[in-house]
């Protein structure tokens, strides 16, 4: 009898990126093992490596070259494919093609996961870079359900692809058109999830409450979803605050399944840059958003992202993001300089003529001003009984196990507690990123 396991190529892959592409990772392994192909979890083992990329910035893509030639270095002159899957590969499809000094075997863009197979044996056969770039108008991978190992939550991608067109942002490109699954085949993903053990789910889309499909639309999955029995909690991101009607946002203050808490990524405060950011909506309509969100919902925790030093912002425009920050209170913030893409309508018409130096000192004004506003509404917290949902066990290292709450907010708490239980806790202590709690209880499912 032939061993398999021994026949089998031996693959890793890498994660760069979102949250959509450690989801398309488990689908490239779904996709593999149905082939001769097995995952490694070391990279020196494998026969291939694939690094699955981001573009969103110019670190992510710059780190990737970087990447290529140390596992190249490392194997000094032993083989072993490499390919590129994910957002670099369809955003600098001409570069990574014709860069000699670039050593890749294959390439493939987001939508071409199930020619992997085809695409490393044609490699191999001819010795020749093959690749294929093309994005799907159809969602692609609804008949594979990813591989998932040891799970609490899940992340499931409900739609692809964005037609908003940011004028700073590669996505449009990189992921093509937005399209959605069924509400039945996501319920149907997220019922053998929760066969598994997983307690949470993370509905996942690039512009994730635009989701619609056969005349039902983001509430209506959301409800479905939260049927399944064994799912406790269900999150999502990320949204575009264009896309919150008053049904989804009752759906959300409602649903005792849906996490109170809210992404809402404001990106700029000027109501200038937001239109040369081609946002679509004004600080004012943002404002309003926040209000109502907040009147719905109570208790709900926002968080968002900012880009700084978009091209011709003025210090007067940096001053009225932050004075969205002040008078907005986010939870926390991820703020980015801005960097200039490949492709992007930005990259085109408006020059990136902001010094870094001015940049710097933005992000770190910015960032300091964040942090005190976060550290204050985590002190807000204290004495209050939190329902945690535990993520990491105490260790010998450690004595704190980790659980978040409804909110999204870490808390470390004394002493162990198994992974996917709920804890109660009393909040004793908070800094900018995160609190402390005494558990009450141990086991409350
Ligand atoms: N679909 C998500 C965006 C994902 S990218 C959304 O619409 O919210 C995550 C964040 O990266 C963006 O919200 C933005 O703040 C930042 N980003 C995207 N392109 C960027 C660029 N060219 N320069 C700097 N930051 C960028
Ligand atoms: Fe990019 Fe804008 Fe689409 Fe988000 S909504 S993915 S920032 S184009
Ligand atoms: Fe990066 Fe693509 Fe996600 S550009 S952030 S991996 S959608």
């Given at each position: 009898?032939?061993?398999?396991?021994?026949?089998?190529?031996?693959?890793?892959?890498?994660?760069?990126?979102?949250?959509?592409?450690?989801?398309?990772?488990?689908?490239?392994?779904?996709?593999?093992?149905?082939?001769?192909?097995?995952?490694?979890?070391?990279?020196?083992?494998?026969?291939?490596?694939?690094?699955?990329?981001?573009?969103?910035?110019?670190?992510?893509?710059?780190?990737?070259?970087?990447?290529?030639?140390?596992?190249?270095?490392?194997?000094?002159?032993?083989?072993?494919?490499?390919?590129?899957?994910?957002?670099?590969?369809?955003?600098?499809?001409?570069?990574?093609?014709?860069?000699?000094?670039?050593?890749?075997?294959?390439?493939?863009?987001?939508?071409?996961?199930?020619?992997?197979?085809?695409?490393?044996?044609?490699?191999?056969?001819?010795?020749?870079?093959?690749?294929?770039?093309?994005?799907?108008?159809?969602?692609?991978?609804?008949?594979?359900?990813?591989?998932?190992?040891?799970?609490?939550?899940?992340?499931?991608?409900?739609?692809?692809?964005?037609?908003?067109?940011?004028?700073?942002?590669?996505?449009?490109?990189?992921?093509?058109?937005?399209?959605?699954?069924?509400?039945?085949?996501?319920?149907?993903?997220?019922?053998?999830?929760?066969?598994?053990?997983?307690?949470?789910?993370?509905?996942?889309?690039?512009?994730?409450?635009?989701?619609?499909?056969?005349?039902?639309?983001?509430?209506?999955?959301?409800?479905?979803?939260?049927?399944?029995?064994?799912?406790?909690?269900?999150?999502?991101?990320?949204?575009?605050?264009?896309?919150?009607?008053?049904?989804?946002?009752?759906?959300i203050a409602?649903?005792?399944?849906?996490c109170k808490h809210i992404?809402?990524?404001?990106?700029?405060?000027?109501?200038?840059?937001?239109?040369?950011?081609?946002?679509?909506?004004?600080?004012?309509?943002?404002?309003?958003?926040?209000?109502?969100i907040r009147d719905l919902i109570s208790n709900v925790a926002l968080?968002?992202?900012?880009?700084?030093?978009?091209?011709?912002?003025?210090?007067?425009?940096?001053?009225?993001?932050?004075?969205?920050?002040?008078?907005?209170?986010?939870d926390?913030?991820?703020?980015?300089?801005?960097?200039?893409?490949?492709?992007?309508?930005?990259?085109?018409?408006?020059?990136?003529?902001?010094?870094?130096?001015?940049?710097?000192?933005?992000?770190?004004?910015?960032?300091?001003?964040?942090?005190?506003?976060?550290?204050?509404k985590?002190?807000a917290h204290?004495?209050e009984?939190l329902?945690?949902?535990?993520?990491?066990?105490?260790?010998?290292?450690?004595?704190?196990?980790?659980?978040?709450t409804d909110s999204n907010k870490?808390?470390?708490?004394?002493?162990?507690?198994?992974?996917?239980?709920?804890?109660?806790?009393?909040?004793?202590?908070?800094?900018?990123?995160?609190?402390?709690?005494?558990?009450?209880?141990?086991?409350?499912?």
């Open positions: 009898m032939i061993n398999n396991e021994i026949t089998k190529k031996k693959v890793f892959v890498e994660t760069y990126g979102c949250q959509m592409n450690e989801y398309d990772s488990e689908l490239v392994k779904a996709i593999l093992e149905k082939k001769e192909y097995a995952f490694v979890k070391d990279e020196r083992e494998a026969d291939v490596v694939m690094l699955n990329t981001c573009a969103i910035r110019e670190n992510a893509h710059r780190k990737i070259y970087g990447r290529v030639h140390q596992i190249r270095h490392e194997r000094s002159g032993k083989p072993v494919m490499i390919g590129l899957l994910g957002c670099m590969a369809t955003n600098l499809r001409q570069n990574l093609l014709n860069d000699r000094q670039l050593k890749i075997d294959f390439i493939a863009g987001p939508d071409s996961y199930k020619r992997l197979p085809d695409l490393i044996s044609h490699a191999q056969e001819t010795g020749e870079k093959t690749f294929d770039l093309t994005l799907s108008e159809f969602e692609t991978y609804s008949d594979i359900f990813p591989k998932r190992e040891g799970m609490i939550n899940a992340w499931i991608a409900v739609m692809r692809g964005c037609n908003n067109f940011c004028t700073f942002c590669v996505v449009p490109y990189t992921r093509g058109r937005e399209r959605s699954r069924t509400v039945a085949n996501v319920v149907a993903e997220s019922q053998q999830i929760a066969n598994q053990g997983a307690k949470q789910i993370t509905l996942l889309g690039q512009n994730v409450n635009s989701y619609h499909c056969d005349g039902q639309d983001f509430a209506d999955l959301i409800n479905a979803v939260s049927e399944i029995e064994g799912i406790e909690r269900i999150r999502f991101t990320s949204p575009h605050p264009k896309d919150f009607p008053e049904k989804l946002l009752k759906t409602q649903n005792k399944k849906v992404h809402l990524p404001l990106q700029a405060g000027s109501n200038r840059i937001l239109d040369l950011m081609n946002r679509t909506y004004t600080r004012e309509e943002f404002l309003d958003l926040v209000n109502k968080t968002t992202d900012i880009i700084i030093g978009f091209p011709t912002e003025t210090d007067a425009e940096f001053d009225e993001t932050v004075d969205m920050m002040e008078k907005v209170r986010f926390s913030a991820f703020i980015f300089k801005y960097s200039e893409r490949e492709g992007t309508i930005a990259q085109r018409k408006y020059p990136d003529d902001i010094h870094d130096a001015i940049k710097t000192e933005r992000i770190v004004k910015l960032n300091e001003i964040q942090k005190g506003i976060a550290h204050q985590n002190l204290i004495g009984t329902e945690l949902l535990m993520e990491r066990d105490a260790t010998a290292d450690d004595p704190f196990s980790k659980g978040r870490l808390v470390h708490v004394q002493g162990s507690f198994p992974v996917g239980s709920f804890v109660k806790a009393t909040i004793t202590a908070a800094s900018p990123q995160n609190l402390r709690g005494a558990a009450l209880n141990k086991l409350l499912i």
